[in-house]
């Protein structure tokens, strides 16, 4: 009964509002009781000060700067292999595998739209389709910076607008669609594996979702799809090296990154395990495999080193030349 109400209640609650003013009480600097607050979080969830560039909770003027800590440099260890992908974030894995033509699992019963996923826009699935999607939940204890997983020139960005449901496991295991429902960044790019699509999944009380191109892409919130394109071969070229930092969450919330068919294999990660950025992902799949008829296919299961404190914190006018919608 209290799973249903704890489900059932979001749907009446206004979760903007209750977002956007949460996101204000979070960003103030009120000293002392900000402190008290940062304190009390640790403690509540557990939190491992001693990875945090700045252990002593006092260092942070605003919860935000708490919650967006940096590490330090040798807390995480990027896989440098060549063949190697890495987690994007300290995370827990929700779904992983195939994309069955348009349908992503999400939980028992539940599929969601790849399309819709990506803004609705068919030119930008069409590539990842029958491909490879990973889903992965940051709880508010985890690092919330999210990371490259190979090197890659950004193409494209979209902002999604849409609801804030929680993205717990309990909402996700009840709520359809829910991905393809919240409000959410898709950041595109070319990479050594094809395409791929980083998608940052709002949530309730996730005060804002930044990139380090773009700063702050919400709030404010749209009403309607808005689509950047980016120069890939001039100096103006976004272009981020395996383990840079690619954006943050302001509260814990979803990351779904999808890639192309036979283009990558999944190491050994499953619904529920533990990740840490910089560890085995995936692994580009060889050109012999790629072609093979009898290759193995991953099936959906229930269930940088640089840290830059201030990057992607100062909110920019428009983040390209390429706004449509």
Known sequence: ??????????????????????????????????????????????????????????????????????????????????????????????????????????????????????????????????????????????????????????????YVPGELFSVNPLTAQNIPGLFARNERVVALFDTPVGKMAMVLVGATIVASIETVWAGTVTPPTGKTVQHWSYETDSEAAVKLEKGAELGRFKLGSTIVVCFEKDMIDFEDIAPGMVTRLGEPMASKMSSQKAITPEQTTETPVQASNEFDENAGETKKDTPSEGADS
């Open 1 to 158: 009964m209290l799973d249903w109400l704890k489900v059932n209640l979001q749907y009446v609650t206004p979760k903007h509002l209750l977002s956007r003013l949460v996101g204000k009480l979070a960003e103030a600097e009120m000293g002392s009781v900000t402190t008290f607050f940062i304190k009390l979080f640790i403690k509540q969830y557990n939190v491992d000060m001693t990875e945090a560039l700045h252990e002593k909770p006092e260092h942070y003027r605003s919860f935000n700067k708490f919650f967006t800590r940096p590490l330090k440099p040798e807390a995480r260890t990027i896989d440098e292999s060549d063949d190697v992908l890495i987690h994007a974030v300290d995370g827990t894995v929700s779904q992983f595998g195939d994309i069955r033509s348009d349908s992503i699992f999400q939980a028992k019963g539940h599929d969601f739209s790849l399309t819709t996923l990506l803004g609705g826009k068919p030119d930008v699935a069409a590539p990842f389709k029958n491909g490879k999607f990973a889903t992965v939940y940051l709880a508010p204890r985890d690092y919330h910076r999210i990371h490259m997983p190979i090197e890659g020139t950004l193409t494209d960005m979209l």
